[in-house]
Every structure is written in structure tokens, then in C-alpha cells.
């Protein structure tokens, strides 16, 4: 098994013509999207560029010490350009119709380029998010309501696709995923029939008006998801085809990251199922959250990263490594919800620990790992802090809560 990067290293001289583009190329090309190519990839109707060309112009622009102080979710991105390059597969692609609009006062950040493979068809990746928390909260809320991205994929799609007649793949990773069923669903009827298959990889779901769009179903046949074992982002709200559950080397919410996913050969290694915390979040969550109106979601997403930016950390892999006090900090403003918000948030932190969540598993084995997290308190999980630092090989006190003293 290997990742993305392996992958292209064992099938990087076997051209689309011999073995035919597959759901692992999709990603490759999904996450390429992340690669900044402002200034070197020309706009929609402004021509083309050819891979090694936009390479060359990027990694001109951006040092390997500029690209190493990148800690963020996404820094694989440009590892996979470099890597691309050399291929055969992918080697003599043409890239155009880049755009990257960011507008911090309304929200929006939007961006996707056309890949033109070898086989003569187009395929349109949209960027998702990195793994700031802003950028996570956004994948929430596409969840929930129709955000202005989405009209943008649209509009994005009918701009670049209207008065051609050749084939198009459409995909993106994360936020991206959700995109790309959305414009396919809601494209003009003319690029929708020429629309060969539309790949979500752990890209959000959608809100229940979405689920009876017409355009949707029209495109459900085309639809590939893909969600790792442990999927938060994925499993949000309604999904119209059931997703392919893959292997993936990371824990928790990291699983979200592409280049966590195990490849064997040309195809995903597939995951017998959910794990216990993937299953936890759709059978305990997913059904909640399903159950209150867009309103109370919405208050809820909002308490929710509340909770999550109280440390003040800018991304997850930042409150990953922020360890047990970090979950103190955030446990500290948790205490202020109401008791239902409070047991939610405990739920999705169940997940979102990650890392934390194996520390805590292993220092106190004796317990089980979701008692802790549902019984924590801000003084409990201070005392063991203090505790695991004075000694390790004591249990420490107040995790667990006295059922004999109550509340």
C-alpha cells in the first residue's frame, strides 16, 4: 500500500491510452487545485499553458524553503506537481480557466482550473479548503445552506464548458467535492449530458431542498464519493450516493487529508466499514443534526467553532499538537452551552481529538476513551495535565466522574 505520491512513482509511465484515467487520478488532479497558480495559468478564454511550463513558472516563484514553512493540510500540493511533471500519465497535460477569487467581507474564497488530459477530455477541479478552522467551518455550513461559492461553481462551469461538445470529469477534493456535484447538478442541460463523472473526495453533503433537486438526480448515476473511516467533513447532511469508504494511515479528523489515503495498485484500498468514531458521528450526530431546522443548525456550527478557536490556534493540525490543554481551554467554553450543544460538542470532539484522543487512550487504558471525553471538565482536565506531568504512572483524578457523588 502507498500513497498518492506512490502511486505515481508505480504508474507514472503507464499512459491513459494503455490504463484508462481511474478514481485515484481523479484525486491527484483534485488536489492539484491547491497549487497556487495565480499569474501563471491562464483565465477562462485566455488560452492554455502546458504542465511543465506552469511547473517550472512555480517553483520559480516559490522557494523549497517557502514551501517547507507550509504546516497546513494542503502543503502536499506542490509535491504532487513536482511529481506529476515526470510522468507519462499526466506529463503532456494543458491547464486553463484558472480563476481565484477571495473576498474576506462576504466569506468567499472560490478557485478551480480545466485540466485537458491526453485522452482529450476535460476535467474541471474545483480547490477545496485547507485545514484552517475558518475553512472548516465553511465546509459545515455548505452542509446546511447554499453558500455564495456554490453559485459560483455554476456559473464557473456553464462559463468555460458552454459552446464546446467534447467530454468532462468533474471532482474536487473537501469543499471542492461538494462544488463539483453542485455545478454538474445544476449546469446548463447541454454540459450536464456531457458530463462522464462527477468525484467527491470527503466533500460535505447537502441540505434536504438539494436532496430533491431535480438536476441531482439526473446526475446521481455520474457521482463517485469517497470518505476515509473516520469521515466528519464527508458524512455532514445528506449524501445522494453512497460513499466508497477507504483506508486511510491518519487518526480522526486528520484522515481528511488526501495524501493520508491508501492506494494499492490503480485503486483505493477499501475500508471494511466506519470505524467506531465514524460510526459514532453518523449514528449519534448525523441523525441530530438532521432533526433541527437550518436555523438551529447553523447556531449550533457557530457555538461549535466558538469552542474550537477558544485556544486561539489558526488551524487543526495547530490544536492537534496543542494537546490536553487545548481541549482544556476549549472544555472551558463548552461550560457555557446549553446541555444539548454540550453533548454534541463533546461527540464531534470525540473525533476532532485525534492525536489527543490516542494520548489519552493510552495513558489511562484502565478507562474507555469516549467515557473520558464525555466526562471531562475544565477542572478535571486541568488536574490532569498537572497530574501526567508530576507522574505518568498514577491514574489521574476527575476524568472519570463519581456516579456515587453526582454532579
Known sequence: MGSMLDY???RGDISLSYSLFND??????SCLSYVNFDGIVPAPGAGEISL???AAAFFAAHSEEELAEDKTLIAYAPYILKKV?????FGDMKLRSYVNIVREENNLQFSALEFLTDDGVAFVSYRGTDDTIVGWKEDFLMSCETVEADRYAVDYLNLIQRNKTGRIRIGGHSKGGHLAIYAAALADPQITERIETVWSHDGPGFNEEFMENEGLAR????IRK????????GMLLGNPTEPNIVVSNEKGVMQHAPLSWQI???AFVPAPGLSDAGQVFDDTFRSWIYSIDTKGRRAFIDDFFTVLEAPGFQTLSEYQKGGLKAIAVSYDRVKHLDQTT???IRELFRIFGGEVAEQLKESWPKFSLWEKFQNMRLRDARGAIESEEENTSEEPEGLVEDEAAGD
Open 8 to 10: 505515481l512513482d508505480w
Open 85 to 89: 511533471v515526470g510522468t507519462v500519465r
Open 226 to 233: 469517497f470518505i476515509p473511516d473516520t469521515s466528519v467533513i
Open 24 to 29: 485515484v487520478d481523479s484525486l491527484i488532479l
Open 264 to 266: 494499492l495498485g490503480a
Open 52 to 54: 511543465s511550463e506552469a
Open 342 to 344: 454540550q453533548e454534541k
Open 219 to 222: 446526475i446521481v448515476p455520474k
